[in-house]
C-alpha cells in the first residue's frame, strides 16, 4: 500500500503544477502568435509612423525624406490587408479560417536593408506582379493561390517562394509580401500606404540618430500621423490580451490552491503511516530536527519526480488548451494562428518550482508534529488522533479572513499605462475569501452529528459520532471541498449571468434579417470591409426594405487601441438598437457633434457622460450616453456616418444590417447573396445569434475543465483525509472487527462519516460562491471588462453540484472503509 501513496502524491504534485505550467504555456504561445501577427516584416523597426484618421498619403514620404536629409536612415512604406484562403463552397464558423496578412512593401529598399529582409529574398526572387510566399506553404512560382479581399475573391500569382536562411528573419508562413505598386492595385489603395517602418542605421557616428529621427518625424505631422517605437507595438500587443490572459492565471493558480490541500493530506498520511517507526527512532535517540529533516527530504525527492512529470503533463495539456485559448484570442482581439505550445526553459523551472515550494510547504507541519510528539503516542495502538492546534481550530481567523475580503472588494482596479485595468484587489479579495471559507468551514462539521436523529442506526450513529470534535484531517477534508465548490459555484455563477445577459444583449440589438460581412472577417485584427459599391447594389435589391452599414476605424486614444464606429443615427433611433446604460438626454443625442460611448470605453478612459472628448485628427465631439456592448472590451466611440466619412476619410462598411420586405425569405436572399457575391458572408438573425453565443461558450470552455479539476481535487483529498484517519484510528477498527462487525458495516460507518464531511464542506461552498459570484461579476468583471451583468443563479446546476459532490464524497469514504476493513491491523502491531 505504501507505494501506491507514493505514487499518488507523486501524481498529485503532477497534476497541480502541470495545471498551472499548461495555462501558462497556452497563454503565451497564443500570445506570441498574435504578436507574430502584428510584428514588422523587418527585424527590427526603429520607428513606425502610421496616420492618425487612417492612411499616409504616399506623397507625405517625401516631407519625411527630406525632413530627414541626408541621415543613414531607410523609409519602408508598407501596405497591409488581411486576407483569408478562398476556398470554394466552404462556410465554416466565424473564427474558424486561416487568416493571413499580405503586405505590399517597396522592394528595393527592402533589398537594401542586408540583414534585416526576410531570409531568401534577393533580385532574384522579385517580382513586380507576384506575391512571395514562405516555403511552409508548398507552393511553387506560378501557382494561382485565391484569396478574399474585402468583399472580393482575388487570384493572385505566387512570383517566389522564400526558403529559410540560419541568422536572417524568417517569413513568417501567415505573411505574403507583394511589391508595393501591384499590392495597392490589388487592394485598392493606389497613391496611399498604410505605414512606414523606419529603420535607422547604427553606428559610434551616429549615437543619437534613432532618437533624433523620431523627434524630426513627430515634429512634421501636424497631426497627420503618429510616431511609435518598436517596443510601443510589442506592449501594445501584450496590453490588448493582457486581462484576458492574468485571468486564466489567476484560475489556474486556484486549482493549484485548492491542491495543495490534497497533497498536505497525501504527504499527512505518509507520517501516519510511519508512526510506529518515527517512535522508534525517537527511543534510539534520533533528534527531532534530523527526523523533520528526513520527511522534508523525502518531500523534496517527490517534488522533484512530480515536477518532472508535471512538465510532461502540462505540455501535452497546452497542446489542447492553446486551440481553445487561440480561438478566443482571434474573436477578441486579433488572429493568432499558433496550434501548439513549446515548452522553455525557464517555463520548466517555474513548473518544477512550484511542485518543490508545495511540497516542502505542505510537508512541513506534518513533518514538524511527527518530529515534535513523544515517542509514547508513537508507538502501539493506543494512540490518540490528533485533533489540531491552536490555529488549525481558530475558525475565528476564517470568519476575519472573510471580513476583509469584503473590504478588499471596495477598492478599485489597478491601472497600467496602456489603459488596462487589473482589478488586483478583487483578486486579493477572493483569495482571502476562499482561505477563510476553508477555515471556517469547520464550524459546520460538528451540527453533522444531528444526523443521526434523521434515521438511527448503529453504522450511522458511529460514523456521525467521529465528527463531534472534528480533527485537524477533517477540517482539512472539508476546507478543501468548501473551497473548490465555492470556485465552481462562483463560476457557475458568473457564466450563468454571462449567458443570460448576452441573450438579453442580442435580442436587443440583432433586430435585422440578414447580416452581411466580408467572408475575410474571421478575427478582431480584421481589415476585411465592404465597399460603398457593393452596399449601393444591396440597397438596390427588390426583397430588401432598408440597409444600415456600420462603419469602423481603429484608433490609439491616450496609448491605447479603441474604435470610432459611424451608424446611421435615425435607423438606431428608429429600431432601438442601443441597449442603454445611461440613456442620452436628447433622443437626437447626434445633434451638436454628440456621440455616443459604451461602458467598456467609459470605464477605461473614466469618461462621463457630458465630458468633451478630442478625437485624432483634431476633432471634438461630446459624450452624450453610454451603451453596453458584450462584444468589445476595448472601448468605442460612435458618431453618425456622415462625420465619420467626412473626419475618416471612409465610406467602406465594416457590417450591413438587411432587413427583408414582408413575404420575402431571408434564408432565400442569404442563398442567393452567398452565391452572387462569394466573397461575403451572409447571416440569417437566428444563424448570427447562434455563432454570437458559441462564440461566448468558448470564451469559458477552459474555465470548465478548471472548474472540474478543482472539485476532483477536493473530492479525492476527502479520500485521504479518511484513510489517514482510519491509519489512526486502526486500534478502533481491530476492536470493532473483534465485536463481531462486517466488512461492509465498516464501510458504511465511513461513508457516513465522508457524507458528513461532504454535507459541510458542499452546503458552505455553495454560501460562499454566491459571494464569489458576486465578486466576480460586479467586481472582477467589471473592473477588468466594463460590462455590466445581470444576476443569474444556475439552481439545478448548483443543485447537481451539491448532489454531486455529497454522493461521490460518500462512495469515496465507503471505498476507503472497504480498504481499511481488509487490512489485518493486528499483524502490524
Not at 505566387?158 to 490589388?186: F, K, N
Not at 488522533?385 to 471580513?403: H, I, N, P, S, Y
Not at 482571502?432 to 460538528?446: E, K, N, P
Request: aromatic share 8%; with cysteine.
Amino acid at each position: 500500500m505504501a507505494w501506491r501513496q507514493q505514487v499518488a502524491l507523486v501524481l498529485i504534485l503532477a497534476l497541480g503544477s502541470g495545471v498551472y505550467l499548461a495555462m501558462r504555456l497556452a497563454n503565451r504561445a497564443a500570445l506570441s502568435g498574435f504578436e507574430q501577427f502584428t510584428s514588422s516584416i523587418t527585424r527590427q523597426t526603429d520607428w513606425t509612423v502610421t496616420g492618425t484618421t487612417g492612411a499616409l498619403q504616399e506623397a507625405w514620404l517625401r516631407e519625411m525624406r527630406d525632413a530627414l536629409a541626408e541621415r543613414p536612415v531607410h523609409l519602408l512604406p508598407v501596405v497591409e490587408e488581411t486576407v483569408m484562403p478562398y476556398v470554394p463552397g466552404r462556410k465554416g464558423e466565424i473564427g474558424s479560417q486561416a487568416t493571413w496578412r499580405l503586405i505590399g512593401t517597396d522592394f528595393i529598399s527592402l533589398l537594401n536593408l542586408r540583414g534585416q529582409a526576410p531570409s531568401g529574398l534577393d533580385g532574384r526572387t522579385r517580382s513586380p506582379e507576384g506575391v512571395l510566399v514562405s516555403d511552409k506553404r508548398n507552393l511553387r512560382v506560378g501557382d494561382d493561390l485565391q484569396v478574399v479581399i474585402h468583399e472580393r475573391v482575388v487570384t493572385l500569382k505566387v512570383g517566389g517562394v522564400i526558403s529559410e536562411v540560419p541568422g536572417v528573419p524568417a517569413l513568417p508562413d501567415t505573411m505574403l509580401i507583394m511589391d508595393l505598386p501591384a499590392a495597392q492595385q490589388v487592394m485598392q489603395r493606389e497613391g496611399k500606404v498604410d505605414r512606414v517602418e523606419v529603420v535607422v542605421q547604427q553606428g559610434e557616428a551616429f549615437p543619437q540618430l534613432r532618437e533624433e529621427c523620431g523627434e524630426l518625424l513627430q515634429g512634421i505631422a501636424k497631426d497627420r500621423w503618429q510616431v511609435s517605437g518598436a517596443e510601443d507595438r510589442r506592449a501594445l500587443a501584450g496590453t490588448m490580451t493582457e486581462a484576458f490572459r492574468l485571468n486564466l492565471t489567476i484560475l489556474s493558480l486556484l486549482a493549484l490552491f485548492v491542491g495543495g490541500y490534497l497533497i498536505f493530506q497525501a504527504l499527512d498520511g505518509v507520517v501516519i503511516r510511519r508512526r510506529e517507526e518515527i517512535g522508534v527512532l525517537k527511543s534510539l535517540g534520533v533528534r527531532d530536527a534530523e527526523i523533520q529533516r528526513a520527511f522534508l527530504i523525502e518531500s523534496i525527492l517527490l517534488g522533484l519526480i512530480g515536477g518532472g512529470l508535471g512538465l510532461l503533463i502540462g505540455w501535452l495539456g497546452a497542446q489542447g488548451a492553446v486551440v481553445g485559448v487561440s480561438k478566443t484570442v482571434n474573436a477578441l482581439y486579433g488572429a493568432s494562428s499558433v496550434q501548439s505550445a513549446s515548452l522553455n526553459l525557464g517555463e520548466a523551472a517555474l513548473s518544477m518550482g512550484i511542485a518543490l515550494v508545495t511540497s516542502w510547504i505542505a510537508a512541513w507541519w506534518p513533518a514538524r508534529e511527527a518530529a515534535r510528539t513523544p515517542p509514547v503516542h508513537m508507538l502501539g495502538r493506543k494512540s490518540a488522533t490528533f485533533t489540531g492546534g491552536l490555529w488549525w481550530r481558530a475558525e475565528w481567523l476564517g470568519w476575519a479572513l472573510m471580513a476583509v475580503a469584503l473590504v478588499l472588494a471596495q477598492i478599485g482596479p489597478w491601472r497600467s499605462a496602456g489603459g488596462t485595468r487589473i482589478p488586483l484587489a478583487a483578486y486579493a479579495a477572493a483569495l482571502c475569501w476562499l482561505l477563510g471559507t476553508g477555515l471556517a468551514a469547520a464550524w459546520l462539521i460538528r451540527p453533522m452529528r444531528h444526523l443521526s436523529s434523521v434515521w438511527d442506526t448503529v453504522t450511522l450513529r458511529l460514523g456521525i459520532s467521529h465528527l463531534r470534535q472534528p480533527t485537524v484531517r477533517h477540517r482539512f477534508a472539508v476546507a478543501a471541498l468548501a473551497s473548490a465548490v465555492a470556485m465552481t459555484a462562483g463560476m457557475a455563477i458568473m457564466v450563468a449571468s454571462f449567458d443570460a445577459t448576452m441573450r438579453g444583449w442580442i435580442e436587443r440589438t440583432m433586430k435585422a434579417d440578414l447580416y452581411v460581412s466580408s467572408a475575410g472577417a474571421q478575427s478582431a485584427s480584421s481589415t476585411h470591409q465592404i465597399s460603398a459599391e457593393t452596399v449601393r447594389e444591396l440597397r438596390e435589391l427588390p426583397e430588401i426594405s432598408e440597409v444600415a452599414a456600420l462603419h469602423v476605424r481603429k484608433i490609439t486614444l491616450q496609448g491605447a487601441p479603441t474604435m470610432v464606429m459611424g451608424v446611421d443615427a435615425r435607423y438606431t433611433q428608429r429600431h432601438e438598437i442601443f441597449a442603454w446604460v445611461q440613456k442620452p438626454d436628447a433622443s437626437e443625442w447626434w445633434q451638436n457633434n454628440g456621440a455616443l460611448m459604451n461602458e467598456s470605453f467609459a470605464e477605461r478612459y473614466s469618461m462621463k457622460v457630458g465630458d468633451d472628448l478630442d478625437l485624432p485628427g483634431g476633432h471634438r465631439v461630446k459624450l452624450a450616453g453610454i451603451y453596453a456592448d458584450y462584444g468589445n472590451e476595448r472601448g468605442s466611440v460612435t458618431i453618425t456616418e456622415e462625420l465619420f466619412r467626412q473626419w475618416f476619410e471612409g465610406d467602406m462598411a465594416w457590417r450591413v444590417a438587411l432587413f427583408v420586405k414582408p413575404g420575402a425569405n431571408a434564408e432565400a436572399v442569404a442563398q442567393s447573396l452567398s452565391e452572387r457575391h462569394p466573397g461575403l458572408s451572409v447571416f440569417t438573425n437566428a444563424h448570427l445569434r447562434s455563432e454570437a453565443l458559441r462564440i461566448f461558450r468558448q470564451t469559458f470552455s477552459v474555465t470548465y475543465a478548471l472548474e472540474v479539476i478543482g472539485v476532483f481535487v477536493a473530492v479525492a483529498g476527502l479520500g485521504l483525509a479518511l484513510a489517514s484517519l482510519l491509519l489512526e484510528r486502526r486500534a478502533d477498527l481491530s476492536t470493532l472487527r473483534s465485536l463481531g462487525m462486517t466488512g461492509r458495516q465498516i464501510a458504511r460507518t465511513s461513508a457516513w462519516e465522508g457524507a458528513g464531511v461532504a454535507i459541510a464542506g458542499a452546503v458552505m461552498g455553495l454560501v460562499s460562491g454566491g459571494w464569489l459570484g458576486w465578486l466576480l461579476i460586479y467586481r472582477v468583471n467589471k473592473q477588468c471588462f466594463g460590462w455590466t451583468l445581470g444576476l443569474a443563479v444556475p439552481w439545478a446546476q448548483i443543485i447537481g453540484l451539491l448532489a454531486a459532490v455529497v454522493l461521490v464524497g460518500a462512495l469515496i469514504a465507503s471505498l476507503v472503509g472497504k480498504w481499511a476493513a481488509k487490512m489485518r491491523w493486528e499483524e502490524q502491531e
